[in-house]
């Protein structure tokens, strides 16, 4: 089974207007940070660089891992936390 196959199984409720992550300065991401390391290292694929250098981040996939937190320890621009109970992620297993 393919890792989008595998990824299609979750379900998400999601917190409409409460996002659990958010980019807390999107001019630091789009001016100074080089690498974008976001936009490849999220394995739900929530970060997106566009051709401007911009970066958006949509959370509705999101598997709550911790991973864009840890890898935006040079500029800490990821202002992060769990979603409120009852909403996020609902693993699926089997
Ligand atoms: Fe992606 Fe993990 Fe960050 Fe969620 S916590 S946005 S899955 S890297």
Do not use: M
């Not at 996002?19 to 100074?32: L, N, T, Y």
């Not at 490849?40 to 958006?56: N, S």
Request: aromatic content about 8%; some cysteine; charged content about 25%.
């Amino acid at each position: 089974i393919k890792i989008e196959e595998k990824l299609f199984q979750n379900r998400y409720r999601v917190d409409e207007g409460r996002p659990h992550i958010q980019i807390s300065d999107p001019q630091v991401c789009a001016d100074d940070c080089k690498t974008q390391s976001c936009t490849f290292v999220c394995p739900a694929g929530c970060y997106v660089a566009d051709e401007k250098h911009e970066v958006t981040l949509t959370t509705d996939g999101c598997l709550e891992c911790g991973t864009c937190r840890v890898i935006c320890s040079e500029h800490h621009n990821v202002d992060w936390s769990y979603p409120r109970g009852g909403h996020g992620i609902l693993f699926k297993f089997g």
